[in-house]
């Protein structure tokens, strides 16, 4: 069982950044697959950035079109925790973001949230103009 708690979410000005962290716990291994999706009002739940395992302590990391250049998800395995840096913000980045894990490994095509066991409850994060 993996346990994830998100946090760092609030409201900000258009332009505006936030860091969002997930620590993780319940598990001892590296996990294989890592994940930041967000869900607005009304709208399906869409992913933000994936990451995947590398090696024992290292993970690669692709981000949505939506949000390249502008956020960075990275993992800090010794803090257990997974981070998601955003810049420059906008309102269309409004809406509750979670972190998603797997122990095993990414699927060998794009990762759907469909993929992921195990998920925080959730930060909301609110973008005004």
């Known amino acids: 069982q993996v346990n994830l708690a998100e946090s760092g979410g609030g409201s900000v000005q258009a332009g505006g950044s936030l860091k969002l962290s997930c620590v993780q716990s319940?598990?001892?291994?590296?996990?294989?697959?890592l994940g930041w999706f967000r869900q607005a009002p009304g709208k399906e739940r869409e992913g933000v950035a994936v990451?995947?395992?590398?090696?024992?302590?290292?993970?690669?990391?692709k981000h949505a079109d939506p949000v390249r250049r502008r956020f960075n998800a990275y993992e800090s395995v010794l803090k257990r925790t997974l981070f998601l840096q955003m810049n420059d913000l906008t309102p269309e980045d409004s809406g509750t973001y979670y972190c998603a894990a797997d122990p095993q490994r990414c699927p060998g095509r794009p990762v759907t949230a469909l993929d992921f066991p195990f998920w925080g409850q959730g930060t909301q994060v609110t973008v005004s103009s």
């Open positions: 990451l995947w395992s590398t090696g024992e302590r290292t993970y690669s990391v």
């Open positions: 319940g598990i001892t291994d590296t996990l294989g697959c």
